[in-house]
């Protein structure tokens, strides 16, 4: 099992629509939790972050953390083409280490 | 504040050389951490240095290593380079009023022919 998982996709959703991204994770100890954006050819850059259980809105972007299901989501309203990119799930494990998953694609469709 | 620099941005090596990259982290940042990220395997962490010492290790062959010098800045090595090190190397580094949270450089794109 990895100890990061997300839905490689590609997630398709049309503009204005919510695209919801999704990751879990094994490590029960970990505490920090990341959603970064990848676009094709340039370095991750990050959205947010969570440490508590519950909701964290920052203007279109929402993440969300439930700690006993060890799962972790991104909520992105009114979609938008720019909104195209790959997202990363993160988080460290109880080593120190900040573990990637694979990345989650999605395409918003004008 | 400047973000984080990575030199070069690209790179071409024949298998066999040795390379050094480069990174500069944010202003005041004193964690620095480097990352392989390659489209078969993603996102994988090789090393994290802080006050000029590692702090934690990926699972990499010992030909990666790296270092960090007095004023934060940090350097990795590859030597003996395999066609299968192509890859983006990336830099993060944290600190600052969200200590743990990692912000990325451009990169070096490394290819091995």
């Known amino acids: 099992q990895k100890e990061v998982e997300q839905n490689s996709g590609p997630l398709s959703v049309p503009e204005g629509a919510i695209a919801s991204l999704n990751c879990t994770y094994s490590d029960r100890g970990s505490q920090s939790f990341f959603w970064y954006r990848q676009y094709s050819g340039k370095s991750p850059e990050l959205i947010m972050f969570i440490y508590s259980n519950g909701d964290k809105e920052d203007g279109r972007f929402t993440a969300q953390l439930n700690k006993a299901s060890q799962y972790v989501s991104l909520l992105i309203r009114d979609s938008q083409p720019s909104d195209s990119a790959t997202y990363l799930c993160a988080a460290y494990n109880q080593g120190g280490k900040l573990i990637f998953g694979q990345g989650t694609e999605l395409s918003v469709k004008p | 504040k400047a973000g984080v620099t990575q030199t070069p941005r690209y790179l071409i090596k024949t298998r066999g050389q040795q390379v050094t990259l480069s990174c500069s982290p944010i202003s005041g940042h004193r964690s620095v951490s480097w990352y392989q990220q390659t489209p078969g395997q993603g996102l994988q962490f090789l090393f994290e240095y802080f006050s000029e010492t590692q702090r934690n290790k990926g699972n990499f062959p010992g030909r990666f290593s790296g270092r960090q010098f007095s004023n934060s800045r940090s350097e990795m090595n590859v030597s003996t380079l395999e066609l299968g090190d192509s890859a983006l190397y990336l830099c993060?580094?944290?600190?600052?009023?969200?200590?743990?949270?990692?912000?990325f450089g451009p990169g070096t794109r490394l290819t091995v022919l």
């Open positions: 993060a580094s944290s600190g600052g009023d969200s200590a743990d949270t990692q912000y």
